[in-house]
């Protein structure tokens, strides 16, 4: 399994501002990813975290918007921008380890903008 | 287009009962088939998973059948508890590519 802890856990912020949020996971893991979650629906991946590269980004979301670092096998950061409260939802970090199987979530951060 | 489809969106059961969530999916690639469990304010935990060579997992009182012709999968969870109630999501993968379906909110009344 993977332990995974995100920073902050919540957060309420005004238009406009940015927001960045920590991914740690106690171990290598072989792939990152970042989630979006709108209370009550379901996981919507942003963008796979790349070790070393740029993220790779779904469809609908654009790196200036969300810029994720990955500098090592453990940590990565993805940061809301120029948000507005179309953004508040639950973002989620979450690791797979050794082979492409098992998925492990972090708590997730709770943004609120106003 | 989903490509994991889950129902129903939301369950009731009596405590005791059995709660049976299923999903189905089209893409023949996936070999990997987890399902997930979410309380309120926490990120989705891995619950059970099943691989496409075998027919039924059982952990405890969560059974997990896989029909691998119908393309389908269903979490069973017997003898329901309060304590079982929460969002589950089914999921479907293959080589780091994940897919989930939209949740099950499932309530356990005593």
Redesign the interface.
């Known amino acids: 399994s993977a332990v995974?802890s995100q920073k902050p856990s919540r957060d309420i912020c005004q238009r406009g501002t940015s927001l960045t949020i920590q991914c740690q996971v106690d171990s290598q893991v072989?792939?990152m990813?970042w989630y979006r979650q709108q209370p009550?629906?379901?996981?919507t991946?942003i963008a796979t975290a790349n070790q070393g590269s740029e993220a790779t980004y779904e469809s609908g979301f654009v790196i200036d918007k969300f810029p994720i670092s990955r500098p090592n096998l453990t940590f990565s950061t993805l940061t809301v921008s120029n948000m507005s409260p179309e953004d508040s939802s639950i973002y989620?970090c979450?690791v797979?380890k050794g082979g492409?199987?098992?998925?492990?979530?972090?708590?997730?951060t709770?943004l609120l903008v106003l | 287009q989903q490509q994991v489809k889950q129902s129903p969106q939301s369950l009731i059961v009596q405590k005791g009962g059995i709660s049976i969530i299923n999903c189905a999916y089209e893409n023949t690639a996936f070999d990997?088939f987890?399902w997930?469990q979410q309380f309120p304010?926490?990120?989705?935990?891995?619950l059970i998973?099943i691989r496409p060579d075998v027919s039924e997992k059982k952990e405890g009182r969560f059974t997990i059948s896989f029909n691998k012709s119908a393309k389908q999968f269903s979490l069973h969870i017997m003898d329901s508890q309060p304590g079982d109630s929460a969002?589950y999501?089914c999921?479907a993968?293959?080589?780091?590519q994940?897919y989930?379906?939209?949740?099950t909110?499932l309530t356990v009344i005593p």
């Not at chain 2, 993968?93 to 780091?96: A, E, F, K, L, W």
């Open positions: 995974i072989t792939m990813f009550g629906q379901s996981l991946l989620l979450s797979v492409f199987e098992t998925q492990y979530f972090g708590p997730g709770r | 990997y987890p997930y304010g926490k990120g989705p935990a891995l998973a969002t999501f999921a993968s293959s080589v780091g994940f989930f379906g939209t949740g909110s």
